[in-house]
């Protein structure tokens, strides 16, 4: 799984996400997002939902078949898709394109840091996420990334200063990329909240495991 990659790389060399992860509870959904999630949606539901939007906990992992994102209230009680959320998003570089609705977005990533597609190399975002408005039956989202890195389990790869010295349309991509998950996890929050009796995604959820890793039954 790759939450318990990311698990992994925060105990090995990402200690500044270490404290978000441990606290996390994971929504694990074994789809392929883009195949699933409805593509246009009434105006009028979306606003009720952006109202009273609220995270099933204060710090949720979402974890597809494309990234695992880690959404973090940074306040208590917080209401309204039009808050910022923080966001943690991990991506194994070698996943299969069809996972992804922008796979540009990933090979930009892996050649503009001069990362191969090997197998055991995750993308490693940091950013805020709102959304404070739809248009045309979609969500819009707004958000800042402050850094990105790469690295397998064991060690980083690439840096902050890496991805700062960046060419600025290089950067504006990875974002771009790195925004989509984001909004992508808050969206199968969204239907998992609206479908969760359904055979679809009933099937991907159980209870907490062996290893302390608490998951939404």
């Known amino acids: 799984m790759i939450f318990d990659a990311l698990r992994q790389i925060a105990n090995n060399w990402l200690a500044e996400v270490k404290p978000f992860v441990d ?7 074994p789809v392929t997002s ?8 009434d ?9 009273n939007f609220r995270l099933p906990y204060p710090i949720t992992a979402v974890e597809d ?13 917080l209401k309204g898709l039009d808050e910022q959320r923080l966001f943690i998003d991990c991506m194994p570089l070698h996943a299969d394109p069809q996972h992804f609705n922008d796979p540009a977005a990933v090979q930009a990533l892996c050649d503009s840091l001069e990362v191969k ?4 190399v995750y993308g490693i975002s940091m950013g805020m996420i709102s959304s404070p408005a739809q248009r045309q039956g979609s969500w819009l989202a707004m958000s800042q ?7 397998s389990l064991t060690q980083q790869r690439t840096t902050i200063a890496d991805f700062e010295a960046l060419p600025e ?5 990875i974002q771009t990329g790195s925004t989509r998950n984001a909004m992508t996890a808050i969206e ?3 239907a998992f909240r609206r479908c969760n009796n359904t055979a679809m995604w009933h099937e991907s959820f159980s209870a907490h495991d062996d290893d302390g890793k608490k998951q939404i039954p």
């Open 23 to 29: 606290a996390a509870t994971l929504l694990h959904l």
């Open 169 to 173: 349309p290089v950067k504006t991509a």
């Open 145 to 151: 990334l402050l850094w990105v890195v790469t690295g």
């Open 117 to 120: 597609l090997a197998t055991g």
């Open 34 to 41: 883009h195949q699933v999630l409805p593509r246009q949606q």
């Open 43 to 51: 105006l009028e539901t979306m606003s009720q939902v952006s109202i």
């Open 65 to 77: 078949n494309a990234s695992c994102v880690v959404l973090i209230d940074p306040k208590p009680d």
């Open 188 to 190: 199968e929050v969204i």
